[in-house]
């Protein structure tokens, strides 16, 4: 939850600089431009719009991941404590069980990232009122405009995101803590140094968001524009390839790569930390 919370405020002014991208339809010419022109007219504060909703959502989200990701192993019956350098878990397990956890982490996360967006997007607006006053009246706004589901608008396209990203994020992560453990000899993955936790973490928040990065976009335009109401995912994808090209689908993917080597590995590095703790009991 710590790690969570950090990560949020730490990562949250690229987070609202991707969104910006995404949703203005090519006013910036890239994240320098984007942090520029919003800070020079809103201010610099104006880069943490939103940020109440995911604070606390990243409770729920860190926990839907982590704590699914584990059950699946035991579902798939995944034993680390019998793992080793000459007895390791199938890779293809650990993949699945992180698409699993995917798909746990989606229903948790389409609300908050829905307001999260909304409340950055306001940002892309020339004019000085905006729409929401903040993360509660954003919801009293959609609920009371689209009913009770209409906060699960995009829910499909976070699906998208999440079951691939996830499959990438835990993927990679384990797949770069097996090479360590190979090269090192370090026989059991609980003797790698925590400092590697944190390394893999930085190669998988690279991966979690440059894999499926086109469906998030996809995601924000949804929540945000009113044009694409109603609209299916493939057809929102068709319109944004058409009139922005490959390159918009893409607004946005290096600034929200650069802020994951940080935050990701944070997150690896408490999530180790505290799992190793775990299992001494």
Excluded at 12 to 38: M, N, S
Excluded at 136 to 153: A, K, Q, S
Excluded at 240 to 251: C, D, I, K, N, T
């Amino acid at each position: 939850m710590l790690s969570g919370f950090v990560c949020k405020i730490v990562e949250y002014p690229a987070d609202t600089i991707k969104v910006l991208e995404q949703t203005g339809g090519g006013r910036f010419t890239g994240p320098v431009d984007c942090f520029r022109k919003t800070v020079a007219t809103s201010g610099f504060l104006s880069l943490y719009q939103g940020l109440g909703a995911p604070l606390l959502g990243s409770m729920a989200e860190n926990a839907s991941l982590f704590v699914s990701y584990g059950y699946i192993k035991k579902v798939l019956a995944v034993d680390e404590e019998a793992a080793s350098l000459s007895n390791p878990i199938p890779f293809w397990k650990l993949v699945l069980a992180g698409g699993g956890s995917g798909c746990a982490s989606t229903c948790v996360l389409t609300p908050v990232e829905l307001v999260k967006c909304r409340l950055q997007a306001q940002l892309n607006s020339p004019s000085a009122e905006k729409l929401y006053r903040g993360p509660v009246d954003c919801i009293v706004r959609t609920v009371r405009e689209d009913g009770l589901t209409g906060l699960w608008r995009g829910n499909l396209s976070t699906l998208m995101r999440e079951v691939p990203g996830n499959m990438a994020w835990f993927g990679v992560y384990e797949g770069v803590m097996r090479i360590v453990q190979t090269v090192r000899r370090y026989n059991k993955k609980k003797d790698v140094p925590l400092l590697w936790s944190a390394l893999s973490g930085s190669c998988a928040g690279i991966a979690y968001w440059a894999v499926p990065y086109p469906a998030d976009t996809v995601k924000s335009k949804i929540q945000t524009d009113p044009r694409f109401h109603g609209q299916s995912f493939l057809t929102v994808f068709r319109t944004v390839l058409r009139e922005e090209g490959v390159a918009g689908l893409y607004r946005g993917c290096g600034v929200t790569c650069f802020r994951a080597v940080p935050s990701h590995a944070l997150i690896f590095y408490v999530y180790e930390m505290a799992n190793r703790f775990l299992l001494q009991f």
